[in-house]
């Protein structure tokens, strides 16, 4: 009987490990699949059309130069590579103001030959219309035929997934809010994080440890959002009155409030694995002559690298994986952050603050579960690089 409930516990946690691992392998695959569909998308936003006149010497424009076309940034095909003459902007909306309603149909059905008539007689017209209109025998160039690709996402500078007519998906901006701020949130919660787990480990009282420990594991359970309301209404203030900014929502504030969140996880992990340090192998320590902090230096710390590095990992997974106090604290703006004083925006809140206006199956939508597939990696990489370290400094 015993043998075989030990059987039967033994099948339910291998039937537990595989459908968990099965699980995560989908979502795994979900996630690349979603984001792989963005190099599908074309340029233009779907359904219409971007044309030229069929003179115009110019055949391709990227996602930036048409955006900066119709904001009226660039004036002249000269400065895309055509001829010296002044660019027209024509949008599906100005059509009235080129043709009377009657000369379009009761129904519009004359709207395709009058779109094509007006392409070929203005040489210098950039023309954006629904592509139900475009007509069968087109006078003009097409160039809303290009597809989205791996170097306008991965090395674009610009996010700006509702610009019309050609949205903009660039990595850059994101990435480097994103690495920005968990940097400054390791940086200051590391240190701060190994001296009160050291401290709580070899150099406080039974009392005074009861007393931290369970304080310290609560902050761990306290819901993001409030980190973010607290960082909102005190850090924020703070950091503008002293550092004298503009602006209180920056990348050093998004720090401050992830190394606050961070802390609870490193001191926890860090402390328990310094915990483990056989007494043997102090009490040797310091039986040959080492001080109480050459013992904690030299053996503890050594000795409990490997929890130490967990700690270290599950505390850059905090901060690169953190949401909604980073939404609420960094300013939020999709640009390229020039200082750790400027406000930026992160991956994480992007598809946070974006993913519910995505509609499903569009650019917008595939462009944010690629960003998920590159935080993914990210974190992948991140955990990979330091556990090769951690198992080369336990070789050593």
Avoid: C
């Avoid at 004298?244 to 961070?262: C, N, Q, R």
């Amino acid at each position: 009987m015993r043998k075989f409930i030990e059987k039967l516990v033994e099948g339910g946690l291998l039937i537990s490990g595989s459908i968990s691992s099965l699980a995560i392998l989908l979502i795994i695959v979900f996630l690349f699949k979603e984001a792989g569909g963005l190099f599908n998308s074309p340029v233009v936003e779907e359904g219409y059309v971007l044309a030229l006149n069929k003179d115009n010497p110019v055949k391709h424009l990227s996602p930036e130069k048409i955006m900066d076309v119709f904001d009226a940034e660039i004036t002249n095909w000269k400065e895309l590579g055509g001829k010296d003459e002044d660019i027209l902007v024509f949008r599906f909306s100005d059509l009235t103001n080129y043709y009377p309603e009657e000369e379009l149909g009761d129904e519009f059905q004359y709207v395709p030959d009058k779109i094509s008539e007006l392409v070929n007689k203005e040489p210098g017209i950039i023309a954006f219309f629904p592509q139900q209109y475009l007509a069968k025998d087109f006078q003009g160039t097409v160039i809303s035929g290009d597809k989205i690709t791996p170097a306008d996402f991965f090395a674009g500078t610009e996010w700006y997934p509702t610009s019309t007519p050609a949205p903009i998906f660039g990595l850059i901006p994101l990435l480097l809010g994103t690495l920005l701020v968990s940097i400054g949130a390791i940086i200051i919660a590391l240190p701060f994080g190994l001296a009160v787990a050291i401290y709580l480990a070899e150099i406080a009282n039974i009392k005074t440890r009861s007393f931290l420990k369970p304080v310290i594991e609560l902050l761990a359970g306290i819901p993001s959002v409030v980190y973010g309301f607290f960082g909102l209404v005190v850090i924020v203030p703070l950091i503008q009155k002293i550092l004298d900014l503009p602006v209180g929502e920056t990348a050093f504030a998004g720090s401050v409030v992830l190394a606050i969140m961070a802390l609870p996880t490193i001191i926890t992990v860090a402390e328990d694995a310094m915990r483990t340090t056989p007494r043997a192998m102090k009490e040797a320590s310091l039986a040959l002559g080492a001080t109480q902090w050459q013992t904690i230096y030299k053996v503890i710390i050594p000795y409990s690298i490997s929890g130490i590095t967990s700690a270290v990992v599950l505390g850059i997974g905090r901060a690169i994986g953190e949401t909604m106090a980073v939404l609420m604290v960094t300013g939020n703006a999709a640009i390229i952050p020039t200082s750790f004083f400027e406000p930026v925006r992160t991956i994480p809140a992007t598809i946070a603050a974006e993913l519910g206006e995505a509609p499903a199956g569009g650019a917008h939508y595939e462009a944010l579960f690629l960003l998920g597939a590159v935080l993914f990696i990210i974190t992948l990489v991140l955990s990979i690089t330091v556990e090769y370290i951690s198992s080369k400094r336990k070789i050593k």
